[in-house]
């Protein structure tokens, strides 16, 4: 076929050569997608901790649904709300973050969600890690290479106005973490009750500067979390975290002046020095 014929036929048929084009245009773009997704949800790499990663309990699932648990209110049955959002320190701690200096042993230089370069913390790197399958025996949801064994969280009773807001809280702060992402907030709301004091979910929540919404409603995820962290008394990772931000959403000097403890999907988790 020659120019002209080409020419022609294209002419002839503009309209079915473009919608062609438009559907292998997007069948490429499907394919491209389904190929690459789990490139795009790496997260933070080498320090992240996704929902299929080695580090994760094994009965995870085992360990969500024990229990009886009644959804009584939801805005997202399914647990799949992307609602992430970053947690700020409270306010004496912000002061002191002009001058804090990371002490960590291995920091990466880094630009953050805001263009800002700072250092980000990592681990304490160990001789010899822990052993993941000890941590899960004892409960824990996420395994990490230099737990504290002697840490324990203690036992806290909730008031039903906090279990109430505290589930509201975790949907709100880390919607689409799931039981584990849920658990990791409840588990830092608690340290936090216990270390500073604090007597009300709301206190945490005021003094810390919690930015999550809790009129957003509440999952099933979120109600599990905490019936596991507050009222079976265990914990989401074997060493205290008490705050935790998203450097994809905001940028924290502060917080990675501060000791970091493990990532899961895109959200940092440290324990004060």
């Not at 324990?152 to 973490?177: K, V």
């Not at 962290?229 to 994809?248: G, K």
Request: proline share 3%.
């Amino acid at each position: 076929m020659n120019a002209e014929k080409i020419k022609g036929f294209m002419t002839k048929h503009k309209k079915s050569v473009i919608a062609g084009s438009v559907i292998l245009i997007t069948l490429l773009i499907m394919l491209h997608m389904f190929l690459f997704k789990g490139m795009m949800n790496a997260g933070e790499g080498r320090d992240a901790v996704n929902k299929n990663s080695s580090n994760i309990n094994p009965r995870i699932e085992e360990i969500q649904k024990k229990g009886a648990i009644v959804l009584s209110e939801t805005t997202d049955p399914s647990g799949t709300q992307k609602a992430t959002k970053s947690k700020n320190s409270n306010q004496k701690a912000t002061v002191a973050a002009s001058t804090a200096k990371p002490r960590t042993t291995n920091a990466q230089t880094a630009t953050t969600a805001s263009g800002e370069k700072i250092q980000y913390a990592t681990a304490e790197p160990v001789a010899n890690p822990a052993d993941y399958s000890a941590q899960w025996d004892l409960g824990y949801l996420v395994a990490i290479d230099n737990p504290d064994t002697s840490y324990s969280s203690g036992h806290i009773e909730l008031t039903d106005e906090d279990r109430d807001l505290l589930e509201r809280l975790c949907y709100g702060e880390f919607g689409g973490g799931g039981f584990v992402g849920a658990s990791l907030i409840a588990q830092s709301v608690k340290n936090a009750m216990n270390v500073e004091g604090f007597t009300s979910v709301a206190q945490v929540i005021s003094e810390y500067k919690y930015t999550g919404s809790t009129t957003s409603g509440k999952n099933l995820a979120c109600q599990q979390a905490v019936r596991y962290v507050f009222d079976e008394d265990h914990d989401a990772v074997q060493h205290r975290i008490m705050y935790m931000y998203n450097p994809y959403m905001v940028s924290s000097a502060f917080h990675e002046s501060q000791k970091f403890i493990l990532s899961y999907e895109d959200v940092r988790f440290f324990d004060k020095w």
